[in-house]
């Protein structure tokens, strides 16, 4: 009897097995997607137009004056255009007054962004002024996306406390509607805010207070007074150099420009990169020389900023342009360039690479600096004017704004429709008449400049020769010189 009852009750759970069994295990869920890497370099290819949105400090046409020198030199070959889109006194709703004149017209490919520095209102954070810049800054980005342009956000640049302190002594004039308590640290709290906009926005980010702020904090453990921001908010050229560093730096594009020569193989002198280095010949062991294909120029800029180039070792990481040879015998030779010589060096400095963007006596580094002095003449002569006639564009906007609501009212239209009737038909009369055909003349020198340069960046092969010298007369140097420090005004 027990075992009937057993065997049955094992035929039912047979039975009703089918519906028990457990559903298929749902699939786990996948892995959130990794954001795409930020693409490396600017990637700019013929036609690609590029325009710096800013306020005064753009304005200064000193950044993006060395930023256009780099590019300029970096893809001689590459027409890229180039917008200084800066206006002293800035404000990220000003930029977005003046978007469909001066901004939307250029179509840019790639749009870099600098505001921050007046829109905190040089005081301790307020949210209610917080809040209008990232309301202004939001909606220029929204602008920006709307052109399908690729989009660089850079943070504020740093507010020297000290260096104002400094000056405000000496002239308490220039305090005049500041009362900056803590205003560097409002700037890095507007800059991380625009790192995060960035970030969802799928924007790159560009750091330039952190560089600003860890140089002077450096340089002030040599010299008490330095500071690259002599008025505690424009950076003077050396700090704008820096600013360009980073902006090419944060972004991928910086690198060398050569780094090839020759090497003693089976009792022979070959090429070590056959495609940028040909002709070589010379005496094995003992000297030689080759033609070298240069592709591009070093990045070599105005005088005014040789501080800011050596803190950022701009050279060095930036536009290296080293020459090799690896099988000289023990000894000190001349390397020469187009029969120029250009520093003596033993065997093995030249085995390692012999370095030489920085020396003056290269005929690449000549001929950079001649790019880089058309191109401060073209940004002094036809770029500075153009945004100072911008920002009589602001100011007369603003007037015919203001006067809209003071003029008195045309018969039959109340007073506040005709003032705004009459300010404006003045404002768009002076912009058809004045502003258009000024800045169509401005751009036109600029033209005109920009061919030169280009001409001018034509790289060239050169002829290198190692030949044997005299030691130095001196120890080559092992580090660079110590910079002397700037002092606040």
Same mark, same amino acid.
């Given at each position: ?20 069994? =457990? ?64 206006? @002293? ?31 905190? @209102? ?9 809040k209008t810049y990232a309301d202004g800054m ?150 030689? @020389? ?79 600096l001649k790019v880089a002095e058309l191109n401060k003449q073209r940004n002094a002569e036809a ?61 036109? =020198? ?44």
């Amino acid at each position: 009897m027990r075992l009937t009852l057993a065997l049955c009750a094992l035929l039912g759970m047979a039975l009703v097995a089918p519906a028990q069994e =457990k559903k298929p295990a749902a699939p786990a869920p996948k892995p959130a997607a990794k954001p795409a890497p930020a693409p490396k370099g600017w990637g700019l290819k013929d036609g690609d137009r590029v325009i710096f949105i800013g306020d005064s400090i753009t304005h200064q046409c000193l950044y993006t004056q060395y930023v256009e020198d780099y590019f300029f030199t970096r893809y001689p070959s590459v027409n890229i255009k180039f917008r200084n889109a800066g206006i @002293s006194g800035d404000r990220a709703q000003d930029a977005l007054d003046r978007f469909d004149d001066d901004i939307a017209p250029f179509k840019p490919t790639v749009a870099t962004v600098l505001l921050g520095m007046n829109d905190g @209102s040089y005081r301790d954070f307020d949210p209610a002024i917080f809040k209008t810049y990232a309301d202004g800054m939001t909606k220029l980005c929204d602008r920006l996306d709307a052109l399908k342009c690729r989009v660089i956000l850079m943070s504020p640049t740093m507010f020297d406390h000290q260096a104002f302190e400094q000056m405000v002594a000496k002239d308490p004039a220039k305090s005049k509607n500041k009362d900056p308590q803590n205003y560097n640290g409002v700037l890095a709290y507007y800059g991380k805010w625009v790192q995060e906009t960035a970030r969802k926005r799928g924007y790159s980010f560009v750091d330039l207070y952190g560089p600003l702020n860890t140089l002077t904090t450096q340089g002030r453990r040599e010299d008490p007074n330095f500071t690259l921001i002599a008025d505690a908010i424009h950076p003077g050229p050396d700090g704008q150099l820096i600013m360009a560093y980073e902006l090419l730096k944060q972004t991928g594009e910086l690198g060398g420009i050569f780094g090839s020569g020759a090497k003693l193989a089976d009792g022979q002198w070959k090429a070590i990169n056959p495609g940028l280095v040909t002709d070589v010949k010379g005496e094995p062991g003992k000297s030689v @020389s080759y033609t070298a294909t240069i592709k591009s120029l070093p990045w070599i800029v105005p005088a005014e900023a040789a501080l800011g180039y050596k803190l950022s070792r701009a050279g060095h990481t930036g536009t290296q342009e080293s020459h090799i040879v690896v099988g000289l015998n023990a000894g000190y030779y001349s390397l020469r360039i187009n029969g120029q010589d250009v520093g003596r060096f033993d065997e093995r400095g030249l085995a390692v690479h012999a370095e030489i963007e920085e020396n003056p006596n290269s005929p690449t580094h000549q001929q950079a600096l001649k790019v880089a002095e058309l191109n401060k003449q073209r940004n002094a002569e036809a770029i500075n004017p153009l945004r100072g006639l911008y920002g009589q564009r602001k100011g007369k906007l603003r007037a015919a704004r203001e006067a809209a609501n003071q003029a008195p009212a045309k018969e039959g239209q109340p007073a506040a429709a005709a003032g705004k009737v009459n300010s404006m038909e003045a404002f768009n009369a002076w912009r058809e008449n004045e502003l258009k055909p000024k800045e169509a003349e401005l751009l036109k =020198k600029a033209e005109a400049f920009e061919a030169q340069i280009r001409q001018a960046a034509q790289p060239q092969p050169v002829k290198v020769e190692d030949i044997p010298a005299a030691a130095p007369a001196k120890p080559m140097p092992k580090a660079a010189a110590k910079p002397t420090a700037k002092k606040a005004a």
